[in-house]
């Protein structure tokens, strides 16, 4: 007779959480994430080969340009004009270990919690895509450029949109009224 496995709860994990022993755990993760930072990448070197370093092309005027700017920054460009050696290894150690946390925090989702875990595997897609950027490049490649008249939103990029998109999606989440049980 084969032995009985504990309950999640008994093995470190959290009652309803993704069990280890499910073959699809990983599945809202690593699917999004790698959809995310496969068009990321691919859109990227699209820019850098068809687009001039600070070149504009506008899309739809007073809203929408496509732009080929470098973010050596954080988040909304944060410490971009630093220009401190050691930068761009801070930035991808924070990136790696965004990617460790984030891993973490899937496995402490509930199985059911479907909006959390999709947010996650979107946040996990941007992180690395951008991780790969500044890996590559020493800096994150930008193109997307929105304004109204002469007030412009930060350039960024498809990996920044699916960061947004997940933490609203957790967000979300979050803020869905329990299930009656």
Known sequence: MAPKSLPASNRGIPAGAVAA???HRFRLLWVPALLV???DQAVKAWVVHALP???VQMVV??????VHVRNTGGAFSLFAHAGLAWQRWLFVAIGAAALLVIVYLYRQAAAA???SRLGFGLIFGGALGNLIDRVRYGNVVDFLDVYLGA????AFNVADAAISIGAGAIILALLKP???G
Do not use: K
Request: glycine share 4%; aromatic share 20%.
């Open 178 to 180: 329990p299930a009656a």
């Open 113 to 115: 919690d479907v909006w």
């Open 53 to 55: 370093l600070f070149s």
């Open 151 to 154: 007030h412009h939103w930060p």
């Open 61 to 66: 005027p007073g809203f929408f340009n496509l």
């Open 21 to 23: 022993s499910d073959p």
């Open 37 to 39: 930072t496969m068009v």
